[in-house]
């Protein structure tokens, strides 16, 4: 590829709905817009403004980074589909970004720890981690404890993430997982090393199953 890519990245995992388009990693527009719920619905209308106001066509796009996870299952579910979707219609991958890979202040040199909440109600908080390695993932996302998250955190020059009321000695890097981020990371990925785009859930939704109304 003569040019540096034009990339779509995506992001539908917390409490936004987010689009960015980038050229490798100079920035063409980005949208986004505050939701706790209704990503299905507002998702391709945010593609689309943010499509328009770089003042490009989908037939421009030569990839599609997506946030697959950890993080709201049901947003996991309609990122990674829409982006599917979109990659099969064009003819062009959809590149999966972990949480955590995608961290907006994540820095691109050293060990860092990639930490974002999961459970936020004591005594069950915990956390979604990720070690990550000159701003890439080395390992798969889990979800660790307090005392887990403090023994890895020993081994790493930084933890990047939701990282307020986290006590250690490394390097506190306050941050958050954002489709500009994403849209560059998978830009600076070589052709043959792209992940596919599939869901990180870590655990089973916290949802409970309907129940049938008694008659």
């Excluded at 590829?1 to 980005?30: D, F, K, W, Y």
């Excluded at 889990?142 to 986290?166: I, M, V």
Aim: aromatic fraction near 4%; charge should be neutral.
């Amino acid at each position: 590829m003569s040019r540096p890519p034009v990339i779509l990245g995506l992001n539908t995992i917390a409490g936004v709905c987010e689009a960015a388009l980038t050229q490798g990693e100079r920035e063409l527009a980005h949208v986004c817009e505050p939701m706790a719920q209704g990503h299905d619905a507002r998702l391709a209308p945010v593609v689309a403004r943010s499509m328009q106001e770089a003042g490009r066509a989908f037939r421009d796009l030569d990839r599609i980074a997506v946030i697959v996870g950890p993080g709201s299952f049901t947003g996991v579910r309609v990122g990674v589909a829409f982006a599917r979707a979109l990659a099969l219609a064009l003819g062009v991958p959809a590149v999966g970004v972990s949480s955590l890979e995608a961290l907006d202040r994540l820095p691109r040199e050293g060990v860092v720890i990639g930490v974002l909440a999961a459970r936020r109600r004591p005594p069950d908080q915990s956390w979604w981690v990720q070690q990550l390695t000159a701003g890439r993932g080395t390992g798969e996302p889990a979800e660790a404890g307090e005392r887990d998250l403090a023994a890895l955190l020993k081994g790493a020059e930084a933890a990047c993430g939701e990282t307020e009321g986290l006590l250690t000695a490394a390097s506190l890097i306050p941050a958050r997982p954002a489709a500009l981020a994403a849209a560059r990371f998978v830009a600076r990925l070589p052709v043959g090393d792209l992940p596919p785009a599939r869901p990180i859930y870590v655990r089973e939704p916290d949802a409970a199953p309907m129940r049938r109304a008694e008659r």
